[in-house]
């Protein structure tokens, strides 16, 4: 194998995208992690439902495995003897995550159903009462025809396309459909119900739809309510997420699941917020050790990489202190572990030393440097100093910011702590210029 090869064998599976179907590159993380099983919870949810459809939310940092941990949610609700018709997809790849409201998932969670069920179980969804619906848009969307010659996921196809590529026409389109949103809810379940009925017949528990990446919504305020745009879809617009006639899990941001409205959320949401923590690999501040366990896991996820790459350890990492080194920098987060091995490897090639592990650190701090505000630094320093922050209604808005920039990581082992960002640790406050 020439060196060009290695590095591009070893740099593909350093991916960063969820695993799907490799399954072999799979690691349990949930013992350092200090889980309670968030994937057999929600499942065991949707099993012991007994007719009554569920919906139930998932948290946690962007990077922390959440897609992973959903990936494998579907494989085992879709195994067994009770095996369910599963829809999933990454809601990145359909709406635009800077701005989201309830009728954009609608509209691509039913393209998304539609087409699925074709694919995978050869079910035509047959338009039902968007039909009628079909007709206030196709003007805008200037399509002559309607539904009699445009099948349902086609037709969703388009509408999820614009809502999406075009901010001014997503605003026209909401004016348009919102008076109308509980007629495009009732048409949705129209469709899901012949979907639950077609998939009974082939031997289907049923059908849940899980909906990734709304975790990676961008957080700011919202225009009209004034209030942030997670709160405003995962709140506000509650009532309509929750009415599905289907089993549904959504992806849901960390900083929502920590802030005022977590009893909320729990009672809306299946009765519990489940979060997916941080891999521990250091212990809480302000002892900071190695945490022996959680770093033998990384290593785990890192050698079943390097198998996969047909590399051995000593051609990618100078020695095992540089290797142990990316471990601690990247605080346990899964993803970006990954990121940290290939921007060493573009920074340097093979093997990763400390010389290209050094500049890959002073990029990530001088890149939160930029992020950070003077009125962060309390927060930070008393999570520095104890893992545990006070929180008020003051500060709540920062704590919050910290979380969804990843200053701030949150793990769950015995007791729920934060630390800080490796990145963020070696920063120092900046100094206040006294007044003259």
């Not at 009728?103 to 968007?130: H, N, R, S, T």
């Not at 309607?146 to 349902?152: A, P, Q, S």
């Not at 051609?315 to 540089?322: H, I, L, P």
Request: with cysteine; aromatic share 6%; charged share 30%.
């Amino acid at each position: 194998m020439s060196s060009a090869d290695l590095v591009q064998r070893v740099y593909q599976q350093f991916g960063v995208e969820p695993l799907r179907e490799q399954s072999d590159l799979y690691v349990d993380l949930d013992e350092a992690r200090g889980s309670t099983g968030d994937v057999s919870r929600l499942e065991n949810t949707i099993r012991r439902s007994e007719g009554a459809f569920t919906c139930q939310v998932l948290a946690g940092h962007r990077g922390s495995g959440k897609s992973t941990e959903l990936l494998r949610l579907k494989q085992r609700l879709e195994t067994g003897e009770n095996a369910f018709f599963v829809v999933y997809f990454a809601g990145g790849e359909d709406l635009d995550l800077n701005d989201v409201d309830f009728l954009d998932v609608l509209i691509v969670m039913v393209k998304q159903i539609a087409a699925q069920l074709k694919e995978q179980a050869g079910i035509d969804l047959k338009p039902g009462y968007f039909r009628d619906r079909w007709e206030r848009v196709k003007d805008f969307l200037k399509l002559e025809v309607g539904f009699e010659k445009v099948e349902l996921g086609l037709g969703m196809l388009k509408l999820a396309g614009v809502l999406k590529d075009s901010p001014d026409s997503r605003e026209k389109i909401r004016s348009l459909l919102e008076p109308d949103t509980n007629n495009w809810l009732f048409a949705a379940n129209d469709v899901i119900g012949q979907g639950v009925a077609q998939l009974a017949k082939q031997g289907k528990a049923g059908m849940v739809v899980i909906v990734d990446d709304l975790d990676k919504m961008v957080v700011r305020e919202h225009a009209a309510t004034h209030c942030t745009t997670d709160e405003y879809l995962f709140v506000n617009r509650a009532a309509q997420l929750t009415a599905f006639k289907c089993h549904v899990v959504y992806s849901m941001p960390l900083s929502l699941a920590h802030s005022h409205h977590e009893p909320t959320i729990r009672s809306t949401y299946g009765g519990h917020v489940p979060v997916l923590p941080m891999t521990r690999v250091a212990a809480r501040p302000p002892n900071r050790k190695p945490y022996a366990p959680g770093v033998k896991k990384f290593r785990d996820v890192i050698d079943l990489r390097l198998n996969a790459a047909e590399a051995q350890e000593s051609d990618v990492f100078v020695n095992a202190k540089v290797r142990d080194a990316i471990i601690a920098l990247s605080g346990g987060q899964p993803k970006e572990l990954m990121l940290l091995v290939r921007d060493a490897i573009i920074t340097h090639g093979l093997p990763i030393d400390a010389k290209s592990l050094e500049r890959t650190k002073l990029a990530g701090r001088r890149e939160y440097a930029r992020q950070l505000r003077v009125e962060h630094w309390p927060i930070l320093e008393e999570v520095r100093r104890t893992g545990a922050l006070a929180r008020t209604r003051d500060n709540e808005p920062l704590f919050r910011e910290l979380l969804d920039s990843r200053a701030i990581l949150q793990y769950a082992n015995d007791e729920e702590w934060y630390g800080l960002n490796p990145m963020v640790a070696a920063l120092k406050p900046p100094k206040t210029q006294s007044s003259p």
